[in-house]
């Protein structure tokens, strides 16, 4: 007799038991040991560019092939010493451009600095100027024959 059980359907248990067609072999060889390559099979892709970008950093030759029937499809190489040389290579140039930088900001500061001070001895020379005008006598002026500053200040206009 057939249960029923409202209508619902029983829901999958979360195992995967498909067999999955897409598998991948990835092989990865050093300069240091050509004769013991890495051989890795996985259905993985995950997994796969895991491997790949693992090995291509330690400066493998990394070749990814898929399962096509009876044999393997080669998708892509990767020469990790080559990635690895251009990596040193963009790291050493990026030194040498901060050192660049750190040499062009130390000059910058070192020219403000001296024109700060310019600035400031110029300042105290026109201070000095006005403070040796605002000390000088009033003068008779010619034709009222009274007696009035060289200066006006706000005050008097």
């Known amino acids: ?7 619902r359907r029983k829901k999958s248990d979360g195992r995967d038991r498909t067999w999955n067609a897409a598998s991948w072999r990835v092989t990865a060889s050093w300069d240091s040991r050509p004769d013991r390559p890495a051989v890795r099979t996985t259905s993985d892709r995950k997994a ?8 291509s950093a330690d400066g ?3 070749i990814v092939e898929e399962a096509e029937g009876f044999g393997w499809r080669t998708l892509r190489e990767v020469n990790g010493a080559e990635l690895v040389a251009a990596a040193d290579r963009s790291a050493r140039d990026e ?9 062009h900001r130390a000059d910058y ?5 001296v024109h700060q001070a ?5 300042a105290a020379a026109e201070h000095d100027d006005l403070a040796a005008l605002m000390r000088r006598p009033p003068i008779a002026r010619q034709a009222t024959g009274q007696s009035t500053a060289r200066h006006i200040t706000g005050s008097q206009r």
């Open 1 to 7: 007799m057939k249960r029923n059980n409202g209508g």
């Open 95 to 103: 030194a040498e451009a901060a050192a660049r930088d750190a040499r």
């Open 48 to 55: 796969r560019d895991r491997m790949v970008r693992e090995w």
């Open 60 to 62: 493998a030759y990394v």
């Open 118 to 122: 310019a600035a400031a001895d110029q």
């Open 109 to 113: 500061d070192r020219q403000a600095l």
